[in-house]
């Protein structure tokens, strides 16, 4: 017991070091955590690595999940969620097929079935690149595209890689696997929905911080263990809670609560990821000795590996070309468009009502509620079209989005969930995935940067557009403010330092009191009307992000001051 909490506690110091280490050195810390960890195999009094694949699919990947859907830019994934949905099934499962049939060829007795979960295994790409490409020049779009895709794709191809091993261990049918795929997503997405609704509920009644962040840590397992027990995917009921609630927290939770949730899921994420290149290279000394023994050898194995690899970059290119001109097309389809939407904005609302009565069956009236949500759908349209012209995808942003679409953590976690006994030479598909992850961490995450500096042209300084935005935004926050109103009794209100020094003390606590609460309701409502403006898509996603996070820090000091809160 104690030679595992000190190889626990040696773990987490390995983990943080790598993450210090590793740009300093011009290396990914995931590489630096496999490194770590194939040396520290061969030391004798540490234990071997040997970890039910159970625990690696029940237990790290919903939380890792979970937490990413969170923290997801709710506008820019309902934008790009065309791109983003075609990134995370179409292009996993064409990969996953592809490569299946590659791998059945060139390994001996595998069959298609486990080809078809070896190819899924190192389908999904991984969020390591996302990071990368954030200190180059590319655009907000990619990065959008790119975090949306992570996150999803992870889903697809664990639901694929398990309906893959249920075909593998009994006789396969081609429609019965589409069956059992749809069934488990569906069921998923809809457990999900519950729990991330019912989280929110629970969670909004609960005025302790640290009581509430505990809630949010099992909120992951609430949403993935009874979908799994019912045969549904955990790990799509974990991202949809995810997105659920990270919709929805700034409505419902306090900014306390939501920066606690924040720090707290962050140290989680980093350490899990990190837990999982460790013994990723912790396992890998042992695996190699199995394909050794068990195997043509290592250099076979190594090839089968660089040919997959080579594989998913053709293979996402092909999908990425079209995908671009898909794009352009919608694009300039919605500039056409944005004449005749502009009229319908500024168009009186007897002219709206009278236009939408032509256009309904048997020309019924149009309610105020249905003028609301047409007037909403307008400016959403509008911002849409605003945003896919200010930022079109050309070929520098599909090269981005193909190089960038490295394998990592989810790949050797999902290879440690081949079950043993049953899966046809396990430690060589083991062993492929490991190599497919680290050469995709090392070629693509070690040139990607260099990559995208070259190719990506001179921008202009990004300040002078967030400044505008800022600006747009605070006439936003004034309109809000001024919709509260103030307080017009004749009570004190001390304007200098003479009148303040005058004031009794006992009525100047109680005007601190009242200012604070009408200070307090301003916010909620600036919150809400930059919300709003969020679910519209009117602004930048991140200078919106920033503004909120300034609201919220500034409530957490005002509540911190205390006195009454209303």
Same mark, same amino acid.
């Given at each position: ?16 070091? #790598? ?24 030391? /004798? ?6 970890? =039910? ?81 954030? +200190? ?47 069934? #488990? ?34 909120? /992951? ?41 924040? +720090? ?85 609302? +007897? ?25 909403? %759908? ?47 030479? %396990? ?7 490991? #190599? ?48 509260? %109103? ?18 009794? /003390? ?25 919300? =709003?403006? %969020? ?28 006195? /009454?809160?209303?």
């Amino acid at each position: 017991m104690t030679e595992l909490l000190v190889v626990g506690v040696i773990a987490l110091l390995v983990i943080a070091a #790598a993450a210090v280490l590793g740009p300093r050195i011009g290396i990914a810390a995931p590489l630096v955590l496999v490194a770590v960890g194939i040396v520290a195999s061969l030391v /004798p009094w540490i234990p071997n690595a040997e970890i =039910d694949p159970e625990w690696i699919l029940a237990g790290v990947l919903p939380p890792l999940l979970y937490s990413s859907a969170v923290s997801m830019p709710t506008m820019n994934f309902r934008r790009e969620f065309g791109a983003i949905s075609g990134l995370s099934v179409v292009l996993v499962v064409a990969s996953s097929l592809v490569l299946g049939l590659f791998f059945a060829w060139v390994i001996p007795g595998l069959g298609l079935a486990w080809g078809i979960a070896l190819g899924a295994i190192v389908s999904p790409t991984d969020a390591v690149a996302t990071s990368i490409v954030k +200190q180059t020049s590319v655009s907000r779009r990619v990065i959008a595209i790119l975090d949306g895709e992570s996150l999803l794709n992870d889903a697809t191809a664990l639901v694929l890689l398990r309906t893959a091993i249920v075909a593998g261990a009994a006789s396969f049918s081609f429609w019965g696997a589409v069956g059992d795929f749809a069934f #488990a997503v569906a069921v998923a997405v809809a457990i999900g929905l519950v729990v991330g609704w019912l989280n929110l509920r629970v969670r909004s009644r609960i005025t302790n911080p640290t009581v509430n962040t505990a809630l949010s840590f099992a909120v /992951p397992f609430v949403a993935s263990i009874p979908a799994e027990h019912v045969g549904a995917s955990g790990l799509v009921a974990a991202v949809v809670a995810g997105l659920v609630t990270g919709i929805r927290a700034p409505r419902v939770l306090p900014p306390n609560h939501r920066l606690s949730d924040a +720090q707290n899921w962050g140290t989680v994420e980093f350490v899990l990821e990190g837990a999982v290149f460790l013994v990723m290279g912790l396992e890998l000394a042992s695996i190699v000795s199995d394909v050794q023994s068990d195997h043509a050898g290592i250099g076979p194995a190594l090839l089968i590996a660089v040919g997959a690899l080579v594989l998913t970059i053709l293979v996402r290119t092909a999908y990425v070309v079209p995908l671009l001109f898909g794009l352009s097309k919608s694009a300039r389809r919605g500039a056409r468009m944005q004449e005749r939407l502009q009229g319908f904005q500024n168009a009186d609302t +007897q002219s709206t009502t009278q236009a939408l009565t032509d256009h309904r069956f048997g020309n019924r009236a149009p309610s105020e509620r249905d003028l609301e949500r047409f007037g909403t %759908r307008v400016r959403r349209m509008l911002a849409d079209i605003q945003y896919f012209t200010k930022a079109p995808m050309g070929w520098r942003e599909g090269t981005a989005v193909v190089w960038a679409g490295m394998r990592g953590a989810v790949t050797v976690a999902a290879a440690q969930t081949l079950p043993h006994g049953t899966t046809p030479q %396990r430690s060589l598909l083991v062993f492929i995935a490991f #190599a497919v992850a680290g050469f995709s961490l090392l070629i693509q995450g070690g040139t990607i940067g260099p990559l995208l500096r070259r190719i990506s042209p001179p921008t202009a300084d990004a300040s002078s557009g967030d400044a505008e935005e800022r600006g747009r935004l605070m006439a936003v926050m004034r309109t809000a403010a001024e919709s509260v %109103r103030a307080d017009d009794s004749n009570e004190l209100t001390p304007r200098t330092r003479e009148e303040l020094e005058a004031t009794d /003390p006992a009525e100047l606590r109680a005007w601190f009191g009242r200012e604070k609460v009408r200070r307090l309701q301003v916010l909620d409502a600036q919150r809400s009307a930059l919300l =709003d403006a %969020r679910d519209d898509g009117v602004f930048d996603a991140e200078v919106l992000e920033s503004v909120l996070r300034n609201l919220d820090a500034e409530q957490i000091a005002l509540e911190l001051r205390g006195g /009454p809160t209303g």
